[in-house]
């Protein structure tokens, strides 16, 4: 929506159709669906109405949905739709839309439940026309028009520790002591972040491909964190724009318990892939902490036990592939 609450104008504007595999797009964008059908309608107008002013290929990769997402998506003849087969998390369902991107200037990564500004394409591949640039994210809008903290800093220990001691009783903290960057002034002028939520990012094709698959270790969780490190650990930024807005109806909502869960351990993990064991034991007494210090709470104390109880977290969500999800699924590329 525009600065003063009314609706972005879309009512008689062109729509443009998308690009078919094999022709050159300035923009793939890959969009992941599970269950989304009361969503997916609105991105798909939005990306039409970006598709006006320059060829843009679309493609749904369906996680099992068990709605009418798949119903949706295949009433437009040209949208390149894969059916996973299976749950196969963010991460996986990434992974199998990025083989269809080529070829392409850039990839768009975005969650179904999004509504994108008439120019925010436009304005994120300008963004991006730079080679030190590895990624651009937009500015989000919460689902009342608000802006989303969507900025964040590189997990710490200590950033860990004083998470668990202050929590959400003083949201804005030095950048030493909060992994999210809850400033307003950080949210109006473009300058480079560690990292960003991953409902919505841009990526140069060749970055796209230098940098390789998304890790699937992440089912939900991470697997931006994880994604955006190995993009500054390539020389490259990551740049925010804020120029470029979507509203994310879906950015404040809650977790179920088993997804709180599988934040926090997934955020273990995360550190564990990247740094010692000294430390990591240290981050995760950390977040043990934290779960420990709001234990009056029945989805913290189980978190707590989780935490504490490696062999339970194989029994966290965990992505479903039916059949290798049936060489990715039934295949629309019409």
């Known amino acids: 929506m525009n600065s003063d609450g009314t609706p972005w104008p879309r009512d008689g504007a062109e729509r443009g159709r998308f690009v078919s595999r094999g022709a050159h797009a300035d923009v793939a964008a890959v969009v992941v669906t599970y269950n989304s059908a009361s969503d997916v309608s609105q991105l798909i107008d939005d990306l039409r109405l970006a598709a006006r002013d320059r060829p843009v290929r679309l493609i749904v990769v369906d996680n099992q949905s068990s709605d009418e997402t798949v119903n949706v998506v295949r009433a437009h003849d040209d949208i390149i739709l894969v059916e996973s087969g299976g749950n196969l998390g963010y ?42 640039i590895g990624a651009v994210v937009p500015l989000t809008l919460d689902g009342d028009g608000s802006t989303f903290p969507c900025l964040y800093r590189e997990p710490s220990l200590t950033r860990a ?86 509203q994310h109806r879906g950015g404040g909502s809650g977790t179920s318990p088993e997804l709180a869960t599988l934040m926090s351990v997934n955020g273990v993990r995360y550190i564990e892939r990247h740094h010692g064991r000294a430390y990591s034991a240290l981050f995760r007494a950390a977040v043990a902490l934290k779960e420990a210090l709001r234990s009056y709470d029945a989805v913290h104390r189980r978190t707590l036990a989780v935490i504490l109880n490696r062999r339970r977290w194989q029994n966290l969500p965990h992505a479903t592939k039916a059949d290798q999800a049936s060489d990715v699924g039934a295949l629309r590329l019409d």
């Open 91 to 132: 991460a996986g369902g990434v992974n199998a839309g990025l083989p269809f991107t080529d070829p392409c200037d850039a990839v768009l990564i975005l969650n179904p439940d999004l509504t994108l500004a008439p120019d925010a394409v436009t304005r994120l591949l300008t963004a991006a026309d730079d080679d030190r």
């Open 161 to 246: 520790f004083f998470d668990a001691l202050l929590g959400g009783k003083i949201r804005v903290r030095p950048s030493f002591s909060s992994g999210v960057d809850r400033r307003p002034a950080s949210y109006l002028e473009a300058h480079d972040v560690d990292w960003a939520s991953g409902a919505a990012l841009l990526i140069p094709a060749a970055v796209a491909r230098e940098v390789g698959e998304w890790n699937e270790e992440f089912f939900l969780y991470c697997e931006e964190t994880d994604y955006f490190r190995r993009i500054r650990a390539s020389g490259r930024r990551v740049r925010f724009e804020p120029a470029a807005v979507v």
